[in-house]
């Protein structure tokens, strides 16, 4: 007897014994999952679904989870942005071995259900997984993380938003960045200029707004 199986949007004829790569369960290597989803079962007596046989299933042992092939996208702009990218993709794939297909009392059967680990909720899983009865433990409630306060300048930093094209975000990036004073900006070295402009994500605008001969100025008075 073989059957056709739905399983992560696509379908497998499977036997009894057949070891298969399919997308990834929500399941440990050594449980045990049914295949609900069941459109087909072959043999002496062939059944097709409308869409699903009625009470059938295909029960299968997880044997592990794994990684497909890497899969390379490379990606290439010219004229304008000239820009290339490349991203690499391995899809997480679970390997099981067909142990059983049943023709009739699936729904009776205790297995839990075989469903993607990335198209359903964890209650949904939690549901399908059978429980264990455990003594129950008072835990403390955990607290919420506070959120990090923004980095702010010292009390006798330079107000450097006085700088053409400084404004509050430009500001507060070059806060991050140690810089709080005219008296820094006026001493940069061309080094300093090429990684401040990294940075800032910003290159060349040090230069074309004249930051180094505003901040002499501003330094004096």
Do not use: C
Not at 39 to 55: R, S
Not at 60 to 65: G, N
Not at 157 to 180: F, H, R
Not at 189 to 217: C, N, P, Y
């Amino acid at each position: 007897m073989f059957a056709v199986l739905k399983t992560g949007g696509k379908q497998y004829k499977v036997q009894a014994g057949d070891m298969l790569r399919v997308e990834k369960l929500a399941a440990d290597a050594g449980e045990t999952v049914q295949f609900n989803e069941v459109l087909m079962l072959g043999g002496e007596a062939p059944v097709v679904g409308a869409p699903f046989v009625k009470d059938a299933g295909v029960q299968a042992e997880v044997v592990d989870q794994i990684k497909g092939e890497k899969v390379i996208n490379f990606v290439k702009r010219r004229r304008k942005h000239s820009s290339k990218r490349t991203k690499g993709h391995r899809q997480k794939l679970t390997l099981i071995k067909v142990t059983d297909i049943l023709a009739s009392g699936a729904g009776k059967s205790g297995v839990k259900a075989a469903m993607g680990a990335g198209s359903v909720s964890a209650k949904a899983v939690e549901a399908a997984t059978p429980k264990k009865t455990a003594p129950k433990k008072t835990e403390a409630k955990a607290e919420t993380p506070k959120a990090k306060a923004a980095p702010k300048a010292d009390a006798g930093a330079d107000d450097l938003k006085k700088l053409s094209g400084v404004g509050p975000a430009l500001e507060k990036k070059l806060i991050e960045g140690g810089v709080t004073s005219f008296a820094q900006i006026a001493a940069w070295t061309d080094a300093d200029v090429a990684a401040m402009d990294e940075k800032l994500s910003f290159k060349g605008r040090i230069e074309r707004e004249g930051w180094i001969e505003q901040a002499k100025e501003l330094a004096k008075g």
